[in-house]
C-alpha cells in the first residue's frame, strides 16, 4: 500500500518567514509533486519532480522553489511567507509513465498571518 | 498550457438519482482523463480512469465516456448514494503532468 506523508497537517506562520514543507513517500516513485488547493480552484500545480536533483515548474510556481536530494523526499519551501500563501498543500507521487494514478498526501493546512 | 475545465461547480441531487459532470480540455497531447474523488478532510483518490483509445469505460454505478475529437469527457454516477458526496475533480495529463479541474462538489440528499 502506497504511503505518502507530509510533515505536518497545520502550520502556522509569520509573513517573510521561510517556510519548508515536507513530503516523503515510501514507494520508489520517480514522479513527485506539489499542488495547491483553494475554493473553486481546484489543485494547481506548483512544482514537480521526475527524478532526484530534477524540478520542473508547474503552472503557479512563483514564491515557491523545491528540493529534491533523495528519490522518496520532496520538499516545498516558501522563501519568504506572504498571506496569499495561505492554502491547502498537497504533495502526491506516481510512478513514471502516461498512466499517472496519483497518491496523495493527507495535505498541510498552512496559514501564513 | 493544458486548460481543464469542469461543470457544474456545485450539484445537488436526490438520492438513487444519476448525476453527471462534464469537462473540457485544450491539449491535444493529453491522452488520459483520471478522475478523483475527496470526501471532506481527507486526500484525492482515483475513483476511475480513460485512456484516448477507449471511448467509454464502466465500473459498475459509475462510467466515463471521452470525446477526443471534440475534447469533452465525462463522469456519470447511477443510483447515487450519500457516500457518493464529495468533491469530484476530473484532469487531463499533457506528458507526465496532471491538470485538474476545478472541481465539482456533490451533494446527495437522503
Known amino acids: 500500500d502506497v504511503k505518502v506523508t507530509q510533515s505536518s497537517r497545520y502550520l502556522v506562520k509569520r509573513t517573510g518567514e521561510k517556510v519548508f514543507l515536507e513530503c516523503v513517500q515510501d514507494?520508489?516513485?520517480?514522479?513527485m509533486f506539489w499542488y495547491r488547493q483553494d475554493p473553486g480552484l481546484g489543485l494547481r500545480l506548483i512544482y514537480f519532480?521526475?527524478?532526484?536533483?530534477?524540478?520542473e515548474k508547474g503552472d503557479i510556481p512563483e514564491g515557491y522553489s523545491v528540493s529534491r536530494e533523495k528519490k522518496e523526499r520532496f520538499s516545498l519551501i516558501l522563501e519568504s511567507a506572504s498571506t496569499n500563501q495561505t492554502s491547502m498543500y498537497l504533495c502526491?507521487?506516481?510512478?513514471?509513465?502516461?498512466?499517472?494514478?496519483?497518491?496523495f498526501g493527507p495535505g498541510t493546512r498552512l496559514t501564513v498571518t | 498550457g493544458e486548460n481543464v475545465e469542469q461543470h457544474p461547480s456545485t450539484l445537488s441531487v436526490q438520492e438513487g438519482d444519476s448525476a453527471v459532470i462534464k469537462c473540457t480540455y485544450s491539449d491535444s497531447a493529453s491522452n488520459y482523463f483520471p478522475w478523483y474523488k475527496q470526501e471532506l478532510g481527507k486526500r484525492p483518490q482515483l475513483i476511475i480512469d480513460?485512456?484516448?483509445?477507449?471511448g467509454e469505460k464502466k465500473d459498475q454505478r459509475i462510467a466515463v465516456t471521452l470525446n477526443k475529437t471534440a475534447k469533452h469527457f465525462s463522469l456519470h454516477i447511477t443510483e447515487t448514494q450519500p457516500e457518493d458526496s464529495a468533491v469530484y475533480f476530473c484532469a487531463a495529463t499533457p506528458y507526465d503532468k496532471v491538470i485538474f479541474g476545478p472541481g465539482t462538489s456533490l451533494s446527495v440528499i437522503p
Open positions: 502526491a507521487s506516481s510512478r513514471p509513465g502516461q498512466a499517472l494514478e496519483q497518491y
Open positions: 480513460i485512456r484516448s483509445n477507449v
Open positions: 519532480s521526475y527524478d532526484v536533483k530534477m524540478k
Open positions: 514507494m520508489d516513485h520517480e514522479n
